[in-house]
């Protein structure tokens, strides 16, 4: 008989959060070999080290929110540099250099 493993649920929605909440890939993840665990599955490493495929299911999600964060703050700075070229548009040069360097064509009013 398959000895079936409990999967904790507190790691259970760890890993459908970080999945962006896809309950079918997430149910494909436990089953799929991973090598970062020697080849076996989530499921089959869980019974032999939690504490491995918890920090692996953590580390997964604080890259995902570090790689968010910095999409946010990349919007952020673009729409700051594009408010800079407008107010820089106003004194009618053709092209400004902003203070990273970039350059960008103006145009005049």
Do not use: Y
């Not at 890993?15 to 993840?29: E, M, P, Q, S, Y």
């Not at 090598?35 to 995902?64: C, H, K, W, Y």
């Amino acid at each position: 008989m398959k000895k079936r493993t409990n999967i904790p649920k507190d790691l259970i929605k760890l890993v459908i959060d970080a999945l962006g909440g896809d309950r079918r890939l997430a149910k494909l993840w436990w089953k799929t070999e991973n090598p970062l665990l020697g080849g076996l599955t989530p499921r089959v490493a869980l019974q032999f080290r939690e504490s491995m495929v918890r920090r692996m299911i953590n580390d997964a999600t604080r890259a995902n929110e570090l790689a968010i964060q910095h999409a946010k703050d990349q919007a952020l700075l673009e729409a700051l540099h594009l408010h800079a070229w407008r107010l820089h548009s106003k004194n009618g040069e053709e092209f400004e250099t902003c203070d990273c360097g970039a350059r960008q064509e103006v145009s005049s009013s």
